[in-house]
T-cell receptor, first 109, second 115 residues
Framework: GQSLEQPSEVTAVEGAIVQINCTYQTSGFYGLSWYQQHDGGAPTFLSYNALDGLEETGRFSSFLSRSDSYGYLLLQELQMKDSASYFCAADTGRRALTFGSGTRLQVQP | NAGVTQTPKFQVLKTGQSMTLQCAQDMNHEYMSWYRQDPGMGLRLIHYSVGAGITDQGEVPNGYNVSRSTTEDFPLRLLSAAPSQTSVYFC??????????????FGPGTRLTVT
């Protein structure tokens, strides 16, 4: 089967750095994506890692270690608008994704 | 560009009724998918398509049918609605030629309640 594990909730203060971890077990793996979803909204794409290492996009970075079946999303200089749910998702080669259950991030002033 | 559009936005069905959720994209994407999201949960793949005329099952296909007669449209049919199908349904698309295949564009969702 396919499974992706991530923490259910994380709380941090404005301006801080937070890391959201994701471990995966999938049959077939091409890469790990991260999506953001605000309450009542649709998921929006943040990043994708096909290779080991760190990818940086502005305040957000994502890391992948294939040997450890592990990745994380790093959010820097947290802002109130970053309060949302964050999902890791595995690309298993079908051009459709297998999602984790999501991490709810609460940013406090 | 409208992106990915879904209709209706909200729907209430009685148990046993059937209906079709519509999804369309204007980005010429080859890949389209349907997901359902239950409260506090991640998205689960129902069906997906890698091109017109080609569909396949995802993790939770039972009770749903799809077809892909054109690149633009990917409707999802509920055959006989059950309360367990109460959920938010998202359609997504991605493409090789027109952008990253890994970046999926999601529609706004259809909130379905089955009583």
């Amino acid at each position: 089967g396919q499974s992706l594990e991530q923490p259910s909730e994380v709380t941090a203060v404005e301006g801080a750095i937070v890391q959201i971890n994701c471990t995966y077990q999938t049959s077939g793996f091409y890469g790990l994506s991260w999506y953001q979803q605000h309450d009542g909204g649709a998921p929006t794409f943040l990043s994708y890692n096909a290779l080991d290492g760190l990818e940086e996009t502005g305040r957000f970075s994502s890391f992948l270690s294939r040997s450890d079946s592990y990745g994380y999303l790093l959010l820097q200089e947290l802002q109130m608008k970053d309060s949302a749910s964050y999902f890791c998702a595995a690309d298993t080669g079908r051009r459709a994704l297998t999602f984790g259950s999501g991490t709810r991030l609460q940013v406090q002033p | 560009n409208a992106g990915v559009t879904q209709t209706p936005k909200f729907q209430v069905l009685k148990t046993g009724q059937s209906m079709t959720l519509q999804c369309a994209q204007d980005m010429n994407h080859e890949y389209m998918s349907w997901y359902r999201q239950d409260p506090g949960m991640g998205l689960r793949l129902i069906h997906y398509s890698v091109g017109a005329g080609i569909t396949d099952q995802g993790e939770v296909p039972n009770g749903y049918n799809v077809s892909r007669s054109t690149t633009e449209d990917f409707p999802l049919r509920l055959l006989s609605a059950a309360p367990s199908q109460t959920s938010v349904y998202f359609c997504a698309s991605s493409g090789v030629r027109t952008g990253s295949p890994y970046e999926q564009y999601f529609g706004p969702g259809t909130r379905l309640t089955v009583t």
